[in-house]
């Protein structure tokens, strides 16, 4: 029977093959979920012959994985900021640029929100992260897609929040009242257009729910509409802070100056490309 290590190397091969970018760090992650190891643990068995029974977990999900499926949905999980997320076809696979965004915001105010609104929940990861750091906080959690409203309160019962987050159903803004207001307000809402999603890769396009991914023929339609409505639901002293698309910084900065709000950050991500702005009340 082969080796564990012999395995690796063959499901790295045929991952490459399949255009996999990651192809042995997926391998080694498909293999410790099949076999319930943690990757330190795979390294310490290289030369140990696998059963028939493990190769028969081992396989179809390294076959998934060279269909271009994401390996999060294969194991069914993501970390996100120190919480474990469920993840599926409901909703984006939430990013380490949406991870570093919270990180941005974090250090930026002076006081701890008392109330918070994630705008597109998706999984619930910015909801859920934020209500871990904000305690006392209320969040509000929106999305139109009342599938990935499931998802996020299933990952809210995990994560020992549900009593935290309150999930609403609405097209961003549609469901608050004029009264509510919101020290502060987050957004990663669709910023691609149709034809940049139809030139992502399968992962993406094949796996990832579209109404999540693409704002139509304008890639910053959404993110227009969330600048020009947020500043009515903003506190006084109140910050927005959205995740955007990496060439749509000058006219959102424009926008944003036009409506009135004080202070504008245009921050880059970690590959040094524009991707938040953040606009204080």
């Not at 469901?175 to 993406?204: K, M, R």
């Not at 910050?239 to 944003?256: F, K, P, V």
Request: net charge negative.
């Amino acid at each position: 029977m082969p080796t564990l290590l012999e395995i690796i190397k063959r499901s790295t091969d045929f991952l490459e093959k399949r255009g996999v970018a990651s192809a042995r760090l997926d391998a080694e992650l498909l293999l410790g979920h099949a076999l319930g190891l943690k990757r330190m643990q795979l390294y310490l068995q290289f030369e140990r012959a696998l059963s028939e029974t493990e190769l028969e977990k081992v396989r179809p999900l390294v076959i998934r994985r060279g269909n271009r499926e994401p390996l999060q949905h294969i194991v069914g999980e993501t970390e996100f900021l120190n919480l474990k997320l469920k993840v599926d076809k409901r909703a984006l696979i939430p990013r380490p640029e949406t991870e570093y965004l919270i990180e941005l915001i974090t250090p930026r105010l002076a006081v701890a929100p008392a109330r918070i609104l994630d705008l597109g929940t998706g999984s619930g990861a910015i909801a859920l992260a934020l209500a871990k750091i904000y305690p006392q906080a209320a969040v509000t959690a929106v999305d139109q897609s009342e599938t990935a409203l499931t998802l996020a309160r299933e990952n809210a019962a995990a994560c020992g929040l549900s009593g935290r987050v309150s999930f609403i159903l609405a097209d961003w803004f549609s469901g608050l009242t004029a009264q509510d207001q919101f020290q502060l307000i987050v957004a990663n809402p669709p910023y691609l257009t149709d034809e940049e999603t139809q030139a992502s890769e399968p992962e993406v396009k094949d796996f990832e729910p579209a109404m999540a991914l693409s704002a139509g023929k304008n890639g910053a339609a959404a993110l227009e509409k969330i600048i020009r409505s947020a500043r009515t639901h903003l506190a006084s002293g109140g910050l927005l802070a959205c995740e955007t698309g990496i060439t749509q910084h000058a006219e959102l900065q424009e926008l944003a100056a036009t409506l009135g709000y004080e202070r504008l950050e245009s921050l880059q991500d970690l590959t040094g490309r524009d991707r938040y702005l953040l606009a204080f009340r």
